[in-house]
Structures are given as C-alpha cells and as structure tokens.
C-alpha cells in the first residue's frame, strides 16, 4: 500500500491512490473530501475525477465528481452530494474519514474548462445544487490568479441550508468585479435579501450580460435546468459556441 502512494506519476487514465486528508461539511447532506494525491499531474478549472470503491468481497463500483479546489491548489477537493439509498455517496459523505484511501482517475474533460489568462471573459455562470461545484472551482481559481476578469454566478438552491460554499459566496461578494447571485426555490429565511423560486426568462435576462457582450457562460445542475437555461440564452441571442454545458444524470450517487 505505501508503495502505491509513493509511486511516482503515471498516466491520467490510470488509477490512483488518494488519502484522505479531512472532510468538511457543506450542507446537511454534502461534504468536501480533501485528499493528498501523489503524483497528481494537475487539473483545470471545470474538469472532473472517476472515484472507484472496492469491496472486501471483490464488488466494485465508481462515480465521477467535479474537481471543487483550483488548480493553484496542491490537494484535490471533492464536494459529494448524498444521494437517497445512493451507495457511493453515502458511504463517502458517512462512513469516510481522515486517513482512509480512496482510488481515482484523472483528471477528465476537457470540453467544460476555464483558464483565466487563456479564456478571458466576461464569465457568467449558472448553477443549480451540486452544478455549483465545478462552477466554485472557476471562480476559487480566478481568485487563486487575482484576475480581474469580470464574473457573474447565478446559483439556484432549494434552501438556504442548502447552499454550497455558502460563507465562502458571502466572502467573494465584496470582490467589486464578481457577483453573486442567488434565488431560493422552496423555503425562504426571515430576512433573505436573494431571489425567490426557479430561475426564468426574467431572472436570466436581469443578470445575464447581453449577446453583444459576448460572455462566455458556462452551466451546471440537473438536465431539465441546463437545456431551460441554454435554451433561453440562446433565444436572447447568445451565441451557441459561447455556451457549454455540464449536466448532472441520476445515476451519479
């Protein structure tokens, strides 16, 4: 086993071993997994890793997860959503702790990426739950980078309870370049300042740049979210090629 996590670095498609170096709760039903990866090859901002469980008796069994920390970032950080009689996710978000290995190959995708000397801006991003994930890691890495790329992030959750990242959201509003938007869908707090209920033709088009502006925007969440969402940029003029998608499929538990 030590020798596995001292090997030196190998090819992306192959498999690793990470150690589990601290979990951090999120949401009542999400945690971030940080992990020493030896010989991590270093990702970009949007990829994604294969995590694989092994049991005693030989069953195996692997998901795939955003990549949640910058590639400024030594460590790799996982944000798992648990998931209803989900077998991966309960047992990382629960029964998981520090010391603990876990395999994973990557990193992967190349399509749902940002660079923010390579890429540029302005940079609109939309997210709704989990989708938040890769989406964090764009704007920690625009941070890690101190560029000043204008952004805008408009992030649904169902409850405040539920928000991703939320101290951290609260920390990069005072960046005058960035803004964070953000609408509730179920239950609102006495006091809440954000939107209320689903993300529509009018939230959109009250926070979204204009085509002429040519944003690069960039989604994440459920199917039905991602197609609404590119479906309505495009019909205000925003053009195909400057919109790309990430959509989250139900069997990720």
């Not at 949640?68 to 460590?75: K, L």
């Not at 992967?108 to 739950?129: E, M, N």
């Amino acid at each position: 086993m030590t020798d596995a996590l001292t090997a030196p670095s190998r090819p992306r498609t192959a498999w690793r071993l990470a150690r589990v170096v601290e979990t951090r709760a999120e949401t009542p039903h999400a945690r971030t997994l940080v992990l020493d990866v030896p010989g991590w090859p270093g990702h970009r901002a949007g990829q994604h890793v294969d995590v694989r469980l092994t049991a005693e008796d030989g069953y195996q069994t692997q998901r795939s997860y955003s990549i949640a920390s910058p590639p400024e970032e030594a460590q790799v950080w996982l944000t798992v959503e648990r998931i209803e009689d989900g077998e991966v996710s309960s047992y990382l978000t629960g029964e998981l702790r520090a010391g603990d290995l876990l395999e994973l190959r990557g990193p992967v995708g190349g399509y749902f990426t940002w660079d923010a000397a390579r890429d540029g801006g302005p940079l609109f991003l939309v997210g709704g739950g989990s989708g938040v994930v890769p989406l964090m890691c764009m704007l920690r890495h625009r941070a890690a980078t101190r560029s000043r790329v204008p952004a805008r992030m408009l992030y649904s959750s169902r409850t405040v309870e539920e928000i991703f990242y939320r101290g951290e959201l609260q920390r990069m509003a005072g960046d005058t370049d960035l803004a964070i938007i953000q609408t509730l869908t179920r239950e609102q707090p006495a006091g809440w300042m954000g939107h209320t209920g689903r993300i529509d033709r009018d939230l959109l088009a009250s926070v979204a740049w204009g085509p002429h502006e040519r944003p690069l925007v960039y989604i994440c969440g459920a199917t039905s979210l991602v197609e609404a969402m590119a479906s309505l940029l495009q019909a205000q003029g925003h053009a195909p090629e400057r919109l790309k998608t990430e959509r989250f499929g139900p069997t990720g538990n």
